[in-house]
Nanobody, 125 residues
Framework: VQLQASGGGLVQAGGSLRLSCAAS????????MGWFRQAPGKEREFVAG??????????YYGDSVKDRFTLSRDNAKNMMYLQMNNLEQEDTAVYHC?????????????????WGQGTLVTVSS
């Protein structure tokens, strides 16, 4: 499975961005997908996840982004999106998409086997 994230950039506080993650390869066996972020000098942080083993979306979020970020997925295109609204300077980080074979719903980075390269989001004041 290969993942490629895109859509990062520079945005002012209060603004919006939409990140995309393109999945290719053997994606049929995946159980869950997610977004993580890592700011300079900080640990990798869970942002949002989706249980793709279910018919319904089954999305869930980290506390710091709940009600501001929305994860969605286009099954036909093998794409995952992260709509980020009302961005704050604290959201500045490199954002990574990830996929898990065994875990449909997990916030632990170690449970994700596949990772895309990061896309940088910078929120200015």
């Amino acid at each position: 499975v290969q993942l490629q994230a895109s859509g990062g950039g520079l945005v002012q506080a209060g603004g919006s961005l939409r990140l995309s993650c393109a999945a290719s390869g053997r994606t049929l066996g995946l159980a869950g997908m997610g977004w993580f972020r890592q700011a300079p000098g900080k640990e990798r942080e869970f942002v949002a996840g989706i249980d793709i083993s279910r018919r319904n979306s089954g999305t869930y979020y980290g506390d710091s982004v709940k009600d501001r970020f929305t994860l969605s997925r286009d099954n036909a295109k093998n794409m995952m999106y992260l709509q980020m609204n009302n961005l704050e300077q604290e959201d500045t980080a490199v954002y990574h998409c990830a996929a898990s074979l065994a875990h449909a719903r997990t916030r632990l980075a170690s449970n994700y086997r596949y990772w895309g390269q990061g896309t940088l989001v910078t929120v200015s004041s």
